[in-house]
């Protein structure tokens, strides 16, 4: 193949969070505002870090807690992660790649320790070398973890394609100098990841089909 290493992102790209947490943000919405927000809109305004997120539905950390808040969403994501699947066709995509030699690892904003717990859950273990997460529950950013990511791995980055769902992931890949391909399955809407120049996929079966053309 192309590639001689895939990184994965984790929610939204192999989990399918996408109803857990539009649920949970519009719980924090409803606590602090009584507002509410759909998943479209959700899906049309997400970003990272996630406290501009929030600034944008009005909270205002000079006078709100960002910890309170932040803890808030981990509990209560937290208490019902597993209803959540992976998406389908994830794993089949992680059996094509492990079944090329293809090195692949988890490259996630979700909290390391959370993060590993996770994916042992969903028996998925076995395929990564890499399961890197931030060591808080905060969701700034993974810049700086992906790119130790690169130097350990130690593949050169045009032989690493970064799996993604939200224009972070491709801010992420093109600072890991790293292809990007992007997920409409997660956190951002369709109609923004095309704007960010790389490849965009409906679904996983279709990602699937792109991996069998990098020959």
């Known amino acids: 193949m192309k590639y001689e290493c895939a990184i994965w992102d984790w929610n939204g790209t192999l989990l399918?969070?996408?109803?857990?947490s539009v649920d949970v943000f519009n719980s924090m919405l409803g606590r602090w505002f009584g507002t509410s927000v759909t998943a479209t809109e959700y899906k049309s305004k997400f970003r990272f870090p996630v406290e501009d997120f929030y600034k944008d539905y009005g909270f205002d950390f000079s006078k709100q807690d960002f910890d309170e808040v932040g803890r808030h969403f981990?509990?209560?994501?937290?208490?019902?992660?597993?209803?959540?699947?992976?998406?389908?066709g994830a794993e089949d995509c992680l059996r094509y790649l492990s079944s090329r030699g293809i090195k692949q690892s988890i490259l996630s904003a979700?909290?390391?320790?959370?993060?590993?717990?996770?994916?042992?859950?969903?028996?998925?273990?076995?395929?990564?070398?890499?399961?890197?997460?931030?060591e808080n529950i905060y969701a700034a950013s993974k810049v700086e973890l992906g790119k130790a990511l690169v130097a350990k791995i130690g593949i050169p980055?045009?032989?690493?394609?970064?799996?993604?769902?939200?224009?972070?992931?491709?801010?992420?890949?093109?600072?890991?100098?790293?292809?990007?391909?992007?997920?409409?399955?997660?956190?951002n809407s369709f109609e923004r990841?095309?704007?960010?120049?790389?490849?965009?996929?409906?679904?996983?079966?279709?990602?699937?089909?792109?991996?069998?053309?990098?020959v």
Do not use: W
């Open 110 to 134: 979700y909290e390391r320790n959370h993060l590993l717990d996770a994916v042992r859950h969903y028996h998925i273990d076995s395929y990564f070398e890499n399961i890197c997460g931030l």
């Open 157 to 187: 980055p045009e032989k690493i394609l970064m799996i993604g769902d939200t224009d972070h992931d491709k801010r992420v890949a093109d600072a890991m100098g790293v292809d990007c391909a992007l997920l409409a399955t997660g956190h």
């Open 16 to 20: 399918d969070d996408i109803k857990l």
């Open 193 to 214: 990841l095309k704007k960010l120049g790389c490849k965009v996929f409906d679904d996983h079966g279709k990602l699937l089909d792109f991996f069998k053309t990098q």
């Open 74 to 88: 981990i509990k209560t994501y937290n208490a019902r992660r597993f209803e959540c699947p992976l998406h389908k």
